[in-house]
């Protein structure tokens, strides 16, 4: 059996569209038979790809009536839900329950590991603009904190950044790759108090991106680096755990701290944990929860 999330009783996945200009978003699609987690929107604008019971799954934009489209490869270990795209349009990087990191078509088929035999897990968050390295979270086990470390896929060793501290999670660079954006709990005492920061993918100067009282994660960015979204979480939250009410909120990258819009929901843990801003910039993807007590 499968030990990938499932949907409780009477609890639905759906898939809604949000942006800066969008006071509501809009509800693309929705399903009771699986819960599928973590949008990302390919390259041509055309499909969503998505994972779910540890598979990898296609929906169609333009059409999300047809449903779920399975992609089968050979070989795949049981996914998580950290997924990012390759910047070529026609590969995806797939985080596996094994603690590795696989490189495949999205249209299936046979995969390649990439990720190093280290004794280490490689949970993957980010690719590079150029697709030349990846930004994962390394963990030598689940008791301590995740470390920063970037992989050069063309050879050569993993390197480090100093991050600080803090358990760190969600990198992922900025369109132009100056910054590795991430969440940390390194600026706060306060068990689990992540917040938003970015380092400098060459001096390693750390940033941080907003104060809050809640606990923030996985900051997002569009395309043409004028819009952001993130997930915040109720304070006092230890990691990002499912079925809880957050909220999912867009800002611009100029000013962090003033929030254009917030989409309140039953979510959190697979609602956004990877880039899933459209090819356009203009609308992003994520996923809510549900259940039969709740409103829409």
């Given at each position: 059996?499968?030990?990938?999330?499932?949907?409780?009783?009477?609890?639905?996945?759906?898939?809604?569209?949000?942006?800066?200009?969008?006071?509501?978003?809009?509800?693309?699609?929705?399903?009771?038979?699986?819960?599928?987690?973590?949008?990302?929107?390919?390259?041509?604008?055309?499909?969503?790809?998505v994972n779910g019971n540890?598979?990898?799954?296609?929906?169609?934009?333009?059409?999300?009536?047809?449903?779920?489209?399975?992609?089968?490869?050979?070989?795949?270990?049981?996914?998580?839900?950290?997924?990012?795209?390759?910047?070529?349009?026609?590969?995806?990087?797939?985080?596996?329950?094994?603690?590795?990191?696989?490189?495949?078509?999205?249209?299936?088929?046979?995969?390649?590991?990439?990720?190093?035999?280290?004794?280490?897990?490689?949970?993957?968050?980010?690719?590079?603009?150029?697709?030349?390295?990846?930004?994962?979270?390394?963990?030598?086990?689940?008791?301590?904190?995740?470390?920063?470390?970037?992989?050069p896929l063309t050879g050569?060793?993993?390197?480090?950044?100093?991050?600080?501290?803090?358990?760190?999670?969600?990198?992922?660079?900025?369109?132009?790759?100056?910054?590795?954006?991430?969440?940390?709990?390194?600026?706060?005492?306060?068990?689990?108090?992540?917040?938003?920061?970015?380092?400098?993918?060459?001096?390693?100067?750390?940033?941080?991106?907003?104060?809050?009282?809640?606990?923030?994660?996985?900051?997002?960015?569009?395309?043409?680096?004028?819009?952001?979204?993130?997930?915040?979480?109720?304070?006092?939250?230890?990691?990002?755990?499912?079925?809880?009410?957050?909220?999912?909120?867009?800002?611009?990258?100029?000013?962090?701290?003033?929030?254009?819009?917030?989409?309140?929901?039953?979510?959190?843990?697979?609602?956004?944990?990877?880039?899933?801003?459209s090819p356009d910039s203009?609308?992003?993807?994520?996923?809510?929860?549900?259940?039969?007590?709740?409103?829409?």
């Amino acid at each position: 059996m499968s030990s990938a999330p499932q949907l409780a009783s009477g609890q639905r996945s759906q898939v809604f569209i949000g942006g800066p200009a969008q006071a509501q978003p809009t509800l693309l699609f929705e399903t009771d038979e699986l819960q599928i987690e973590a949008p990302n929107w390919s390259l041509d604008g055309k499909t969503l790809y998505v994972n779910g019971n540890g598979l990898l799954w296609a929906v169609d934009v333009s059409t999300p009536e047809t449903g779920l489209r399975h992609i089968p490869y050979d070989g795949l270990p049981e996914l998580n839900n950290d997924h990012v795209l390759d910047p070529d349009g026609e590969h995806i990087f797939l985080s596996g329950n094994d603690g590795h990191i696989y490189r495949a078509a999205l249209s299936g088929g046979a995969v390649e590991r990439v990720s190093p035999d280290d004794g280490m897990w490689h949970f993957l968050h980010g690719v590079s603009p150029d697709g030349k390295r990846l930004a994962y979270v390394e963990l030598k086990d689940f008791s301590n904190p995740g470390r920063l470390a970037v992989l050069p896929l063309t050879g050569g060793s993993v390197s480090r950044p100093d991050t600080g501290t803090g358990h760190i999670d969600g990198p992922e660079w900025s369109p132009d790759g100056e910054w590795i954006y991430f969440n940390t709990e390194g600026f706060t005492s306060a068990p689990g108090h992540a917040q938003l920061a970015r380092i400098h993918d060459t001096s390693g100067e750390v940033e941080r991106l907003v104060t809050s009282e809640t606990v923030d994660w996985f900051p997002h960015l569009s395309a043409d680096n004028q819009s952001a979204a993130y997930i915040s979480f109720p304070p006092g939250t230890l990691g990002h755990p499912p079925n809880l009410d957050v909220e999912v909120i867009v800002v611009s990258p100029q000013d962090w701290t003033t929030p254009l819009q917030r989409y309140r929901l039953f979510g959190g843990q697979g609602t956004i944990n990877v880039n899933s801003w459209s090819p356009d910039s203009t609308h992003f993807a994520f996923v809510a929860y549900p259940t039969a007590h709740d409103g829409e």
